[in-house]
Nanobody, 115 residues
């Protein structure tokens, strides 16, 4: 069983920055990668960024150059640094962990960007 706890969401003005953190615990042996997804009201959940155990990263085109994902393997923590935020970045952000091709999800943290 894997537990994921997100923190760092909140309200920020457009152009501002936020830092999301996700701590993984439990049976985390065999992690392939971790990442962040988001879901805006009325929309499907979408990929934001992922990072592998080796440090390779992927980003959605919409966040490239503005968001940075990083990971502390020793602490089993993944961080999403978000800058130049836009109102369209408003969503619930979910931490995800992939282990043996199975995804586990956190409960999400709300990010609201005001114009």
């Amino acid at each position: 069983q894997v537990q994921l706890v997100e923190s760092g969401g909140g309200l920020v003005q457009a152009g501002g920055s936020l830092r999301l953190s996700c701590a993984a615990s439990g049976n985390i042996f065999g992690i392939n990668y971790m990442g962040w997804y988001r879901q805006a009201p009325g929309k499907q959940r979408e990929l934001v960024a992922t990072i592998t155990i080796g440090g390779s990263t992927t980003y959605a085109d919409s966040v490239k150059g503005r968001f940075t994902i990083s990971r502390d393997n020793a602490k089993n923590t993944v961080v999403l640094q978000m800058s130049s935020l836009k109102p369209k970045d408003t969503a619930n952000y979910y931490c995800m962990l992939n282990k043996f091709s199975i995804n586990s999800w956190g409960k999400g943290t709300l990010v609201t960007v005001s114009s």
